[in-house]
Nanobody, 123 residues
């Protein structure tokens, strides 16, 4: 059974850091790029970052560039999102997803999604 399970969400103060993880199972992990998306209350889901199947290519939304870093461990079937210098506007449910298409930050290029993990940035 194909699964993507996110973890690591939490309440953090502005300027703080969090590391999210996405654990994958049920498919050949190193064949697929993986993306991170987020959805804030009352807003549409938006692409945050993605990483190629080998890990050699990464892409970031302008809003997180320089603050977030995506990485993967194909031996462990995991993808991580290190989030630094967090801002209140980063508050959202964060999702990882498996990419079937070619575009990194477009939601309809992804076919399987995790259940999400809540990140709240507040003092």
């Amino acid at each position: 059974q194909l699964q993507l399970v996110e973890s690591g969400g939490d309440l953090v103060a502005p300027g703080g850091s969090l590391r999210l993880s996405c654990a994958a199972s049920g498919f050949t992990f190193n064949y697929y790029a993986i993306g991170w998306f987020r959805q804030a209350p009352g807003k549409e889901r938006e692409g945050v970052s993605c990483i190629s199947s080998s890990g050699g290519r990464t892409t970031y939304a302008d809003s997180v560039k320089g603050r977030f870093t995506v990485s993967r461990d194909n031996a462990k079937n995991t993808v991580s999102l290190q989030m630094n210098s967090l801002k209140p506007e980063d508050t959202a449910v964060y999702y990882c997803a498996r990419r079937r298409g070619s575009s990194c930050l477009r939601e309809n290029e992804y076919d399987y999604w995790g259940q999400g993990t809540q990140v709240t940035v507040s003092s």
